[in-house]
């Protein structure tokens, strides 16, 4: 049996490492949580306590539950977004907005490689699989076709897979960062998991448009393509690599789009469910 002076902490379960809080003091019903889903890290710092009502959780004092500080990647890309904001406003046109921004695009999304490395050592409660095609994917289109390719970068598609992986990412850390405070507005929540179905598509489109903008000038280049003969034995043709990576979208981005739709459903019904609860 548990003390009537201790406090109980409820954590009622979210996608995406949310948590939220319920103290148990002066509340008689306490609906039951699970820790499906709680990184490694989480788990350490909570305690079980059966009840006859069903399972609740003491937080220790031990640290918090996510010590990665995410709220500095959330501004890192509010700066690129001031920035295509401002180069639009000197520029007066949407077109070739990706040189205001080239810089700290490169430099925040190779940064995002860490984030695998998060997911596979339990820090956040993410998919390695689904975390590391996606930062790998981004970091493959900026470096290996943007970067290389100098002709695509004035190409209206790169703005559009900008645009939507700025806000998407906006959206994402600052869902954590609010999430870390023990303070998530509905309105956070609902952008992280509604917004996608426009953004998603938009990212995508955004960057299939830009390899098939870059096809022509590999394939009269030959950029990063190996020939025979050679010493090696060995032939790579780069364009049509890009093609296969193309080709690829089609099995993966259902999954992860309708992934998202699962998740979506399974966020936003827990937090009906808690609403109907209170």
Not at 63 to 71: I, K, L, Q, T
Request: aromatic content about 16%; charged content about 20%; proline content about 4%.
């Amino acid at each position: 049996m548990r003390r009537e002076n201790e406090n109980i902490i409820l954590l009622i379960p979210h996608r995406g490492g949310n948590y939220r809080r319920e103290n148990n003091q002066g509340r008689r019903s306490i609906q039951t949580a699970e820790t499906t889903g709680l990184s490694n890290k989480a788990k350490y710092n909570i305690d079980l306590i059966q009840d006859g009502a069903g399972g609740y959780y003491r937080e220790r004092k031990s640290g918090g539950d996510y010590p990665v500080p995410r709220w500095r990647w959330r501004l890192r890309w509010l700066v690129i977004a001031v920035g295509l904001v401002r180069a639009y406003l000197a520029k007066g046109s949407y077109h070739s907005l990706y040189y205001s921004i080239e810089k700290p695009l490169k430099f925040f999304q190779t940064g995002a490689l860490l984030e695998i490395l998060h997911c596979a050592i339990g820090i956040v409660p993410s998919s390695v699989v689904l975390t590391s095609f996606q930062v790998m994917s981004r970091v493959f289109l900026i470096w290996a076709v943007t970067h290389s390719v100098k002709e695509v970068q004035s190409e209206d598609s790169v703005l559009l897979f900008v645009i939507a992986w700025t806000i998407t990412e906006i959206i994402r850390y600052s869902f954590y960062t609010f999430s870390l405070l023990n303070h998530l507005p509905y309105l956070i929540k609902w952008a992280r998991y509604t917004l996608f179905i426009v953004l998603y598509p938009m990212g995508v489109s955004g960057e299939l448009l830009t390899i098939y903008a870059a096809l022509p000038f590999v394939r009269q280049s030959g950029l990063y393509s190996i020939s025979l003969p050679n010493k090696y034995n060995f032939s790579f043709d780069y364009y049509a690599f890009l093609i296969l990576i193309m080709i690829s979208y089609i099995p993966i981005f259902p999954q992860l789009y309708f992934h998202m739709i699962h998740q979506r459903r399974k966020v936003l019904s827990h937090t009906e469910e808690h609403k109907k609860f209170e």
